[in-house]
């Protein structure tokens, strides 16, 4: 008999997982709360250890089709602009690790995974479902919606992310907790920009508790533009999206170089978001338990200054693939799914966090940081133990 399995969330993880379970030949049953798939304005980094996973799916061309293929990442000063490291990407990362790096625009990446599920006749995708509960023996799991709906089955995934309600009741541990880090989000059309604005590298500012990400998405055609400054925001802190004002933003970001003020005075719409994540992972049983498993920001949600929480969540999803395709009982698929992968998401939680503390440093700190960038710059850029991919 197939394997069935419900997926609380229909997100970037929760579709990635749906495809993952339809390749192992699971029935998979995907339940997200919207009503319908919205359009998020914002972009996400790949590295080569998730495009690598990516174009085992089947999806290289198209990503191709909608993603930007930078040829560089730069790390420069936010308040002289001079540039403190460089890390190649392009023909180095496809030749080093097997493939591109990439820069998306999530609704593209959402729409990528999307496609991909609907060409699965064995994924029912329910919108406007709300998980609300689960009870598991050994029988299976029984899962309800706050719309009526009950469903049983083998195995659920809660891929329901950082407020996950399906962690909530499987580990009943504290919620997730306020970084003090604001995130301002933009995306605007290149040639809606002055010439010197525009850019097809990654760019890095770093600046005294605050840094801004650049980089373009959308074939090139588009920029996507993160600051981050540290600070706190009233209000629900579920619902990550506020409106911001840009006013807040360039005052954070006053005595900061004239091409960044240049860049972000040129932006009208930011979205606001405040960060919050969770502490590493500390043990296997953080990402399953029974028949219930966690992925993507329901396990591990992270800060995004190793721009992987994404990637994360789609490793967790070819990880658990290739533990549903081995012909063993559901409880230990999703056993050894926990234990090959709570170390990884640990470790990219922890680097996340301090690559945070690094890009905002003060003080002599900061020149010891700008110097060590500045003879180590490649190296210390670079990630082999991330980008060579789970199982290297
Ligand atoms: C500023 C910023 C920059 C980032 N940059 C990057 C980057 O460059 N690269 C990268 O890889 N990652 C990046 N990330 C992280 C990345 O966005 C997340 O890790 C990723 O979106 C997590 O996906 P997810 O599917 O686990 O969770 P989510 O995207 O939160 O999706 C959860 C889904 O579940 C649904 N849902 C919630 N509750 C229920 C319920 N009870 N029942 C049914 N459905 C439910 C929600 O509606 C949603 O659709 C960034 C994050 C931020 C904040």
Redesign the pocket.
């Known amino acids: 008999m197939n394997k069935q399995i419900v997926i609380?969330?229909?997100?970037?993880?929760?579709l990635a997982a749906a495809l993952a379970c339809a390749n192992a030949g699971a029935q998979v049953q995907l339940?997200?709360?919207?009503s319908a798939f919205g359009e998020v304005g914002?972009g996400?980094?790949?590295g080569p250890n998730?495009v690598k996973e990516l174009v085992g799916w089947g999806l290289e061309s198209a990503l191709r089709q909608v993603a930007a293929f930078p040829l560089a990442l730069h790390v420069r000063s936010a308040s002289t602009g001079a540039e403190l490291g460089c890390l190649p990407l392009g023909e180095r990362t496809q030749e080093l690790y097997g493939a591109p790096y990439a820069t998306i625009h999530r609704t593209d990446m959402q729409q990528l995974l999307l496609d991909a599920v609907k060409q699965r006749p064995q994924v029912n995708l329910q919108l406007g479902?709300?998980?609300s509960a689960f009870k598991q023996d050994d029988a299976g799991v029984q899962v309800c919606t706050h719309e009526g709906l009950t469903l049983v089955a083998q195995a659920l995934v809660g891929?329901?992310?950082?407020w996950?309600?399906v962690r909530q009741q499987l580990l009943n541990d504290a919620a997730p907790r306020v970084s003090g880090h604001l995130?301002y989000?933009a995306m605007v059309r290149q040639d809606s920009l002055p010439e010197r604005l525009r850019s097809q590298v990654v760019t890095a500012w770093l600046g005294p508790r605050l840094h801004l990400v650049q980089y373009p998405v959308r074939r090139g055609d588009w920029l996507n533009v993160?600051g981050i400054i540290q600070g706190v925001v009233g209000g629900e802190l579920d619902n990550w999206d506020h409106s911001a004002n840009a006013g807040d933003l360039r005052k954070a970001l006053a005595a900061t170089c004239s091409p960044l003020q240049d860049l972000v005075g040129a932006i009208e719409q930011w979205r606001l978001?405040p960060?919050c994540d969770r502490p590493p992972m500390r043990g296997a049983h953080e990402q399953a338990r029974g028949r219930v498993a966690l992925?993507?920001?329901?396990a591990h949600p992270m800060r995004?200054y190793m721009?992987?929480?994404?990637?994360m969540?789609i490793e967790d999803a070819v990880c658990l693939q290739q533990e549903l395709s081995r012909d063993v009982p559901m409880a230990q698929v999703l056993h050894s799914y926990a234990q090959r992968r709570w170390q990884r998401n640990a470790r990219v939680q922890a680097r996340s966090i301090r690559n945070g503390e690094i890009f905002h440093v003060t003080g002599p700190m900061r020149w010891g940081r700008d110097l060590a960038m500045r003879s180590l710059g490649e190296k210390l850029l670079d990630v082999p133990w991330l980008y060579r991919g789970p199982d290297a």
């Open positions: 609380a969330g229909g997100g970037i993880g929760g339940l997200e709360r919207a914002a996400i980094q790949l998730v479902q709300r998980v891929a329901d992310g950082l996950s309600v995130a989000r993160v978001w960060l992925l993507g920001d329901a995004p721009a992987q929480g994404a990637g969540a």
